[in-house]
């Protein structure tokens, strides 16, 4: 029930807001055109919200009902982080903190659903730069670490923002979580980001955290990936499809360092 309230109340809030405006556009023939348009941005984002939050929950619902095929493959992660790259810069518009890539040439594949990897890497970028300062930095690191006896693959997206204060590291991966509160959309997300990383990331066989030193000294969003065998890869794949809109020119970076803007 406290589910249906949330998400009754997250519906509401954006439909009120069209409703308003949709009303004022009908009723006020002597509106301003620059009134007018104000009015009709304002609907147009809270339906493009209304979309995505629709879209999430569907994705979540997939994701925690087990309705998902797994298409995995041997991948490169830097490939991966380009095509998130990407379309995080195109939904940015700019706004978006530099952003640095820390990704050593010779990391081992790992195995992935390219697709469902690329939608992580791109949410978590994307929190980072609603919750980053334009003056700030997001990092975007790769390294091989030993998890419980296992070779995995580490991937950290950090970033000098907001951060998280420690006793609630546990809880950001929950439905509907925002650093100020279940139900306030204060940076336009709508708070089943992180719930679908976890759905995701622990689907392909890998695990999900967060650190942070605390508010106002940034975070680090942690997940890990199986690596390939390397005596099983007869042939370097193909990246993934790009998850991004056409025309989008994507490149191969092999640079242990490199900033993107």
Request: proline share 8%; net charge neutral.
């Given at each position: 029930s406290?589910?249906?309230?949330?998400?009754?109340h997250e519906?509401?809030?954006?439909?009120?807001t069209?409703?308003?405006?949709?009303?004022?556009?009908?009723?006020?023939p002597?509106?301003?055109?620059?009134?007018?348009?104000v009015?009709?941005n304002?609907?147009?984002?809270?339906?493009?919200?209304?979309?995505?939050?629709?879209?999430?929950?569907l994705?979540?619902?997939?994701?925690e009902?087990?309705?998902?095929d797994?298409?995995?493959?041997?991948?490169?992660?830097?490939e991966?982080?380009d095509?998130?790259l990407s379309?995080?810069h195109i939904?940015?518009?700019?706004?978006c903190?530099?952003i640095?890539?820390e990704?050593?040439?010779?990391?081992?594949?790992?195995?992935a659903d390219?697709e469902?990897?690329?939608?992580?890497?791109s949410?978590?970028l994307d929190?980072?730069?609603?919750f980053?300062?334009?003056?700030?930095q997001?990092?975007?690191?790769?390294?091989?670490?030993?998890r419980?006896?296992?070779?995995?693959?580490e991937v950290?997206?950090a970033?000098?923002?907001?951060?998280i204060?420690?006793?609630?590291?546990?809880?950001?991966?929950?439905?509907?979580?925002?650093?100020e509160?279940a139900?306030?959309?204060?940076?336009?997300?709508?708070g089943?980001?992180?719930a679908?990383c976890?759905q995701?990331?622990?689907?392909?066989?890998g695990?999900i955290w967060?650190?942070?030193?605390?508010?106002?000294?940034?975070?680090q969003?942690?997940?890990?990936m199986?690596?390939?065998?390397?005596?099983?890869?007869?042939e370097?794949?193909?990246?993934?499809?790009?998850a991004v809109p056409?025309g989008?020119?994507l490149?191969s970076?092999r640079?242990?360092?490199?900033r993107?803007?």
């Open positions: 406290n589910l249906i309230a949330i998400t009754g519906l509401r809030t954006p439909l009120s069209i409703q308003v405006c949709l009303e004022s556009l009908a009723t006020e002597d509106m301003s055109p620059e009134l007018q348009q009015m009709l304002s609907a147009l984002t809270d339906a493009e919200r209304m979309r995505k939050l629709v879209q999430d929950f994705t979540l619902s997939r994701l009902s087990g309705r998902i797994w298409h995995v493959e041997p991948l490169m992660v830097q991966c982080v095509l998130a379309s995080v939904q940015a518009q700019g706004s903190p530099d640095g890539v990704i050593p040439p010779d990391l081992p594949l790992i195995q390219g469902w990897l690329v939608e992580v890497l949410k978590l929190n980072a730069c609603k980053t300062r334009p003056d700030g997001i990092t975007v690191q790769a390294q091989t670490i030993d419980q006896g296992r070779q995995m693959l950290i997206v970033d000098t923002g907001r951060g204060e420690p006793q609630r590291l546990d809880i950001v991966f929950d439905r509907f979580y925002q650093e509160g139900l306030r959309r204060t940076t336009g997300g709508t089943l980001g992180l679908i976890r995701i990331i622990q689907g392909l066989g695990e967060a650190t942070s030193a605390g508010r106002d000294q940034g975070s969003f942690h997940f890990t199986p690596m390939v065998d390397p005596s099983l890869v007869t370097l794949p193909p990246p993934p499809a790009p056409s989008v020119p490149r970076r640079s242990t360092r490199r993107s803007t």
